[in-house]
């Protein structure tokens, strides 16, 4: 009688170290998969290569690593301030909050239809691999879902994801538009690197002129006739250095064909040519923009033009932008700028 009840007692033992060893096995696996399903977070950034974007309705985009800078579809410059935020939210991206059942499936259907891909590389190696949806209710953060690598296909579940410490939704931030990757700085000129500058004004010809540089600290103004004009040489020294670093407001190439076929075809009110120290000269026509009646209600006057931006046209009439004369207005002077103060009439 004894033994038959050490016996069950044993068995019953053995029993519940079986279940046991099952329910951890389990629950272990289930937390191993639960943390690489909400591993979104890129520690190391520096080691990033290359990363492709592309969206639902096809458009793609594919960042490189160059030793020069990062390149938008093997063809443009890409814009820092852009590439050094996607790396932050690719470092700094985590989970606020698993999917609730009752929501999960709506979430995945609709991220189906209008989700971002995204690949991240380490040379040409795959390193990471998620799609980023909409929004929450609140604004709060992003829905994303991460891929297994190792078989290619979704984990099972999606997740509200955030930065710590910012509030908002991080979509935005992965950017499938080329056109919005690309440098928006146009002119970026050192006075050793200019040789000639020219400035035609259409709308007052007689204030045109010419700046030739002999060196960094021997210049020529000139009217375009070629009559030399006496200057200040503080304020041509000045005026040189207004050609770094000035940027676009927005390009406009790819959005309004009827618009830009119209400004190439339209005389412009100023021409700005500059050639370099390699003899290549590159041109900038500059084209009016026309008020509106928001404008005018606005400042309280019937402008004919808008006073505060106005149209380019450049690299050989093929690109269109929107700049604002904030930044374009002080490379657009009249060659009274130049003038010394006793010179300027009163």
Not at 56 to 61: F, M
Request: charged share 25%; net charge positive; proline share 4%.
């Amino acid at each position: 009688m004894k033994n038959k009840s050490s016996l069950i007692v044993i068995t019953a033992l053995c029993v519940l170290c079986a279940v046991s060893f099952w329910l951890y096995k389990n629950k272990t696996s289930g937390s191993t998969l639960n943390k690489e399903a909400r591993d979104f977070a890129v520690t190391d950034t520096a080691a990033i290569t290359r990363i492709f974007l592309a969206d639902k309705e096809g458009r793609k985009v594919n960042l490189e690593r160059k030793n020069n800078g990062w390149i938008v579809n093997g063809k443009y410059p890409a814009r820092t301030d852009a590439i050094s935020l996607l790396l932050y939210t690719m470092k700094m991206v985590d989970v606020k909050s698993p999917v609730s059942k009752s929501a999960r499936e709506a979430v995945i259907k609709r991220m189906a239809t209008s989700s971002i891909k995204v690949e991240i590389y380490e040379d040409d190696e795959l390193i990471k691999q998620y799609y980023v949806g909409h929004e929450s209710m609140d604004n709060d953060g992003s829905y994303m879902i991460l891929t297994d690598l190792s078989s290619g296909e979704n984990y099972d579940e999606p997740y509200l994801t955030f930065i710590p410490g910012f509030t908002g939704f991080l979509g935005p931030r992965y950017i499938t538009d080329e056109t919005d990757w690309r440098d928006r700085m146009i002119l970026n000129y050192i006075p050793p690197n200019i040789k000639q500058i020219k400035m035609e004004l259409a709308e007052n010809p007689d204030s045109s002129f010419v700046i030739n540089l002999k060196s960094t600290t021997q210049f020529e103004l000139n009217k375009l006739n070629g009559q030399p004009i006496t200057f200040d040489e503080t304020k041509m020294k000045q005026y040189l250095a207004y050609f770094q670093n000035v940027s676009y407001e927005k390009l406009l190439t790819e959005y309004n064909k009827k618009l830009c076929d119209s400004l190439r075809a339209s005389m412009p009110y100023i021409k700005l040519s500059i050639t370099d120290t390699k003899n290549e000269t590159k041109m900038f026509n500059f084209h009016h923009k026309n008020s509106s009646f928001e404008i005018n209600k606005k400042y309280g006057i019937d402008y004919k033009y808008d006073p505060d931006r106005f149209f380019l046209t450049y690299d050989n009439n093929k690109e269109v932008a929107l700049v604002q004369y904030y930044v374009f207005g002080k490379i657009l002077p009249t060659y009274a700028y130049f003038l010394p103060k006793n010179s300027v009439k009163k």
